[in-house]
């Protein structure tokens, strides 16, 4: 091993963060905001490093965040109720665990983040397939071609890289600057 791969790592993860498209995030924060302002629901979910950011996200937004705005964002990470997804996965199919979940708790006007580096898991398609035949806004962080999630959400950052590990870097960068514009006073109460 030598450090030419880690140089040659980091020169990709560094261009990857160069496409994130800073007008379509403060689009996202600004859209945040709206339902804070609205007391709407937030849905967040992926799978696999995907689901972990998903998860870290919704700890940042509804901790950190909230305790910086004073009001508590409504906010809920789908893929972190074990009993939910097996549940759904075993008595109906794993592709309705996300979306038999938002047909609990999701109302139009809710807003709804997918995360998946392939844009195309079927469990993540289905969800975000339900909640714009339900009036909710949809939006996508997805890797590669963007998959089927970019020709269905409402919005999508596209983030053109295939290799996992700098897809889910760069998702999670992006939500740090989601939830960080709230915590750091970027975006008032």
Same mark, same amino acid.
């Given at each position: 091993?030598?450090?030419?791969?880690?140089? =040659?790592?980091?020169?990709? +993860? +560094?261009? !990857?963060?160069?496409?994130?498209?800073?007008?379509?995030?403060?689009?996202?924060?600004?859209? !945040?905001? +709206?339902?804070? &302002?609205?007391?709407?629901?937030?849905? &967040?979910?992926?799978?696999?490093?995907?689901?972990?950011?998903?998860?870290?996200?919704?700890?940042? !937004?509804?901790?950190?965040?909230?305790?910086?705005? *004073?009001?508590?964002?409504?906010?809920?990470?789908?893929?972190?109720?074990?009993?939910?997804?097996?549940?759904?996965?075993? =008595?109906?199919?794993?592709? =309705?665990?996300?979306?038999?979940? !938002?047909?609990?708790?999701?109302?139009?006007?809710?807003?709804?983040?997918?995360?998946?580096?392939?844009?195309?898991?079927?469990?993540?398609?289905?969800?975000?397939?339900?909640?714009?035949?339900?009036?909710? /806004?949809?939006?996508?962080?997805?890797?590669?071609?963007? *998959?089927?999630?970019?020709?269905?959400?409402?919005?999508?950052?596209?983030?053109? =890289?295939?290799?996992?590990?700098? &897809?889910?870097?760069? +998702?999670? /960068?992006?939500?740090?600057?989601?939830?960080?514009?709230?915590?750091?006073?970027? &975006?008032?109460?």
């Amino acid at each position: 091993m030598t450090t030419a791969y880690f140089t =040659d790592y980091l020169a990709k +993860q +560094q261009a !990857l963060y160069q496409t994130i498209p800073i007008d379509t995030v403060t689009r996202w924060a600004a859209m !945040l905001h +709206q339902a804070w &302002v609205d007391e709407r629901q937030l849905f &967040v979910f992926g799978n696999g490093g995907s689901a972990m950011n998903a998860s870290h996200f919704v700890t940042d !937004l509804g901790k950190s965040a909230s305790d910086r705005m *004073g009001k508590r964002f409504r906010c809920l990470c789908l893929n972190e109720s074990i009993s939910w997804i097996t549940a759904l996965g075993n =008595d109906y199919a794993y592709e =309705d665990v996300y979306a038999g979940q !938002l047909q609990n708790y999701a109302r139009p006007g809710d807003l709804v983040l997918a995360l998946s580096v392939s844009g195309s898991s079927p469990n993540v398609v289905k969800a975000v397939e339900w909640a714009n035949d339900h009036a909710l /806004t949809t939006l996508a962080l997805v890797g590669g071609n963007g *998959g089927k999630l970019a020709d269905i959400a409402t919005e999508h950052i596209r983030l053109p =890289d295939t290799h996992f590990g700098r &897809v889910e870097d760069a +998702q999670m /960068t992006i939500c740090h600057l989601l939830c960080y514009c709230f915590i750091e006073g970027e &975006v008032e109460s």
